[in-house]
């Protein structure tokens, strides 16, 4: 009869135990995967401020996606645009901050306004020169320490793509050099 109730008991321990071990897997494993979720838009994170070169693919207002890499054709500003810095009005730095910039625009040949301004592009980089300067210049030297170089060609696309006139034949705005001091 003892050996019975021991029995009962030993089998009645094993079942909570397994149950037990059961919730605990299921709430670790969930743990687990919200750490993995935290740690991947961490890397995330650090990619986007450390891809300081990299160029942005803005969508065509006619909607559909991505322009197709075989569709884009580039234009260079011919000379880097030396941009003097907004100064932080609570900094106790007064020392003139400068944004060195080597800009290539992508262009899509598909877009119905290629064919138009195209063509006039390299006469009008006075006027790009000065929409990228205005964009540039609404930064402070700590502004663009803590934020990434791609909503700054996210900034500077929007502003060429207003200057003509809602058009998107610009569809990306590229940084072939930065330099901040």
């Not at 890397?43 to 969508?59: E, F, H, N, R, Y």
Request: glycine share 8%; proline share 2%.
């Amino acid at each position: 009869m003892k050996k019975n109730m021991m029995t009962l008991v030993i089998l009645a321990l094993l079942v909570v135990n397994t149950a037990l071990t059961g919730i605990m897997m299921f709430s670790v494993m969930t743990t687990n995967m919200q750490v993995v979720e935290l740690v991947k838009k961490i890397s995330l994170a650090v990619d986007v401020d450390m891809g300081t070169a990299s160029g942005i693919q803005a969508t065509p207002s006619g909607g559909g996606g991505n322009v197709n890499i075989a569709d884009i054709a580039t234009y260079n500003i011919a000379d880097q645009i030396t941009v003097k810095l907004k100064h932080d009005p609570g900094s106790t730095d007064e020392k003139d901050r400068y944004a060195v910039v080597g800009v290539t625009l992508s262009l899509n040949t598909k877009d119905p306004d290629y064919e138009a301004y195209s063509a006039t592009i390299a006469d009008q980089e006075g006027l790009i020169k000065d929409e990228i300067n205005k964009v540039i210049t609404s930064y402070t030297y700590e502004d663009i320490q803590e934020i990434s170089t791609e909503q700054i060609q996210q900034k500077i696309l929007q502003s060429l793509q207003n200057m003509y006139g809602g058009s998107s034949f610009i569809c990306g705005v590229s940084f072939s050099s930065w330099l901040t001091q």
